[in-house]
């Protein structure tokens, strides 16, 4: 079959390989001329290896990653860095780190030469057939896979838009240039408003992320100290990743999730891959994770049903679980970032009482991925 894929993200790209290595023709249209040069780290949990494994690019993504991450003590602490629940250490096992650059990387250079086109910009047709418009002219396909992001015009103009919602926080990442000594801790540290999280990289270089709650469109001089004034004075040892990464290379991004689930993830012979379909918040670390279990899925479909078939499958497969995981990560996040301090402590409180049996069977069940039939 011939596949026209929208977008070289994560989604797009594991798409794009999966199909390739089943024998289908591909092509990947990516407006941008260097997509995913850019970027922090990325945590990925058994569930996206499992994904990755079953259609053959679980090898590709393995030797970017360690099991060293999953070693360390991971949970939740406060500022003072006590802590405030330990993770069970099965529910944090599967968790890999990885450089989002690495990543992308691998997967794109792993695609035949010519698939991937750069710089170029593609449109779907509003009927869901299977054509794309791009650089003034149209091309038919037998699928179209729209990984376009958030923000995805795919979804408009299939009629399948419910617009995005800010989450009511911002976050920065950014990774240290150097290795920095973790102490056997990382996961997230609670305040009321923020939070921080550390995430070693398998070299030693630490990727670390920043939340706070503030108004959509918040701007600051200078991220990297806005950043210091907020944690400086947070536990060992964040004053030091944050000293330790360059100023330039801090990212920062409003976190925005779509509006509502949408009712469909298919029109046509057109479907809606990754943030596409249903762009989350980022609390749970599984936004790519789902992307990479859609790309499987609709992969592995292919292999045992006719398009028509494979597209009704993936919609009545991936609609539920994304969008059940979607709504979960958007409960942890209101719930890490309370700011009202009753509010705050009586989460606290909670957290240090939560049985880690709960904890553990709540993380499982997002962390574990089934094949599609
Ligand atoms: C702060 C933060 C931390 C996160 N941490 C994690 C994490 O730890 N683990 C995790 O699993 N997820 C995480 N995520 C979520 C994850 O980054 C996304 O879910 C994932 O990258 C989405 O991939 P995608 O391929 O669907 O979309 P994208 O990565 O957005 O790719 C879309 C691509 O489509 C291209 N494009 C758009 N329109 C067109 C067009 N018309 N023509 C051609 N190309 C087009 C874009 O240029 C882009 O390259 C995080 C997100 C944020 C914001």
């Given amino acids: 079959m011939r596949i026209g894929i929208i977008g070289a993200g994560i989604g797009g790209l594991v798409a794009a390989l999966a199909l390739q290595r089943d024998g289908h023709g591909v092509t990947v249209f990516e407006r941008q001329q260097r997509p995913g040069a850019i970027g922090a780290g ?8 499992t994904a990755l494994d079953a259609v053959g690019v679980g090898e590709l993504v393995a030797p970017l990653t360690s099991k060293d991450v999953a070693m360390l003590a991971a949970g939740q602490r406060r500022p003072s860095g006590r802590w405030l629940v330990r993770m069970p250490p099965d529910a944090s096992a599967s968790l890999r780190v990885l450089h989002r650059a690495d990543l992308h990387d691998a997967l794109s250079s792993a695609l035949r030469s010519g698939t991937l086109r750069p710089a ?12 794309l418009m791009a650089a003034g002219s149209s091309e038919s396909f037998d699928l179209v896979i729209a990984a376009d992001g958030i923000r995805s015009d795919a979804r408009r103009s299939l009629g399948l838009d419910p617009g995005v919602r800010y989450a009511g926080y911002t976050a920065w990442r950014g990774v240290t240039r150097t290795a920095v000594n973790v102490h056997g801790e990382a996961g997230e540290t609670w305040g009321r408003g923020r939070r921080f999280g550390v995430a070693p990289l398998p070299d030693g270089r630490v990727y670390w992320f920043a939340t706070q709650t503030l108004p959509p469109g918040t701007e600051f001089e200078d ?13 060992d040892p964040i004053g030091e990743l944050v000293e330790a990464t360059d100023p330039s290379a801090v990212l920062r991004h409003d976190i925005h999730e779509l509006a509502r689930p949408l009712a469909s ?9 990754g943030d596409a379909a249903h762009a989350m918040t980022p609390d749970l670390g599984q936004g790519a994770g789902q992307a990479i279990e859609d790309a499987a899925s609709i992969a592995l479909l292919l292999r045992r049903h006719k398009v028509d078939d494979a597209v009704r499958i993936y919609d009545r497969v991936r609609r539920p679980r994304s969008q059940a995981i979607a709504r979960r990560s958007r409960t942890a996040g209101r719930i890490a970032q309370f700011s009202a301090p009753l509010a705050a402590h009586l989460r606290d409180t909670a957290l240090t009482l939560a049985p880690a049996r709960i904890v553990g069977s709540a993380v499982h069940r997002v962390q574990t991925w089934t094949p599609p039939q």
């Avoid at 990325?42 to 290896?49: I, R, Y």
């Avoid at 993830?265 to 891959?273: A, D, K, M, Q, S």
């Fill in 223 to 235: 991220e990297r100290q806005a950043i210091l004034d907020r944690f400086g004075d947070w536990h």
């Fill in 42 to 49: 990325l945590s990925l949990f058994g569930n996206a290896f």
């Fill in 120 to 131: 170029s910009e593609a449109t779907v047709a509003t009927d869901g057939s299977p054509t």
């Fill in 265 to 273: 993830f298919v029109r046509g012979r057109t479907i809606l891959l």
